[in-house]
């Protein structure tokens, strides 16, 4: 499977950031979007349509599937971070961000999430997991024993935190025999000042890591199911786990 990653900064306006992002893109089974490439601000359920509208433009253009981020949203009376997945024909279904960030004062304004996704691309089967939804492993293994071959992650990570990212990324594909491919933000500040400098990355089942820096820009991979073959012959963790041993805590 051919992967897109967009680093990118963060833009006030979604037609201006898929006209960037179309001058970039090449064909592509997948194209990633950061979290909060347009803000942070909620969309209303209307702009949440025009921006679905803008990312089918996009999937047209590279020929497959697009994750649009993490995309703060309001709906029903709450505010939910959603990670949509958009086809040449338009929305084909959304995840949520379980759990919204308590450090950096996220879970004040975004209600926890209810809902993952799986969606199959090019014959993959691929789950989302929005920014630090990463951190809880009961997540990331729920998508795996439902058949996650590829977890996306959406991400805006500060630059101190970029290296723990990497980390954290190739513990959760190494542990679930998948791949983990987060798209994170570049080139702007938190509140508290500190700087998202990107740090994108895929890692592999059998713990590769590609790198994709600081710069902004879109980056392409392609992904080979024989590691993952390879990785869940070889290791069973997921096996293991499907009938887990009863055991005690004393």
């Known amino acids: 499977m051919r992967v897109s990653i967009a680093q990118t900064r963060r833009f006030g306006a979604a037609a201006e950031a898929v006209q960037w992002l179309l001058s970039r893109v090449s064909p592509a089974d997948l194209l990633v979007l950061p979290e909060y490439w347009l803000g942070v601000e909620p969309l209303s359920w209307e702009e949440f349509e025009a921006l679905i509208r803008e990312l089918r433009r996009l999937a047209e253009a590279v020929g497959g599937y697009v994750v649009g981020g993490g995309v703060a949203v309001s709906l029903g009376g709450e505010v939910k971070s959603i990670c949509p997945v958009v086809s040449p024909e338009g929305l084909v279904k959304w995840g949520e961000k379980i759990f919204p960030s308590a450090a950096t004062g996220e879970r004040l304004r975004v209600s926890k999430g209810r809902r993952l996704t799986i969606f199959n691309a090019a014959g993959w089967k691929v789950g989302c997991l929005i920014c630090v939804d990463l951190l809880y492993p009961e997540l990331a293994r729920r998508l795996a024993l439902a058949g996650a071959e590829v977890i996306v ?98």
């Open 153 to 250: 992650n959406p991400a805006s990570i500060t630059a101190d935190r970029a290296p723990l990212w990497k980390a954290l990324g190739l513990v959760r594909a190494f542990e679930n025999s998948v791949y983990v491919a987060a798209a994170l933000g570049t080139g702007y500040n938190y509140a508290d000042g500190r700087r998202a400098e990107g740090g994108s990355f895929i890692a592999s089942p059998n713990g590769a890591l590609l790198d994709f820096g600081a710069e902004e820009g879109v980056y392409t991979a392609e992904l080979d199911k024989q590691e993952i073959e390879y990785a869940r012959t070889r290791r069973r963790y997921l096996e293991d786990v499907e009938t887990p041993p009863q055991v005690s805590v004393d």
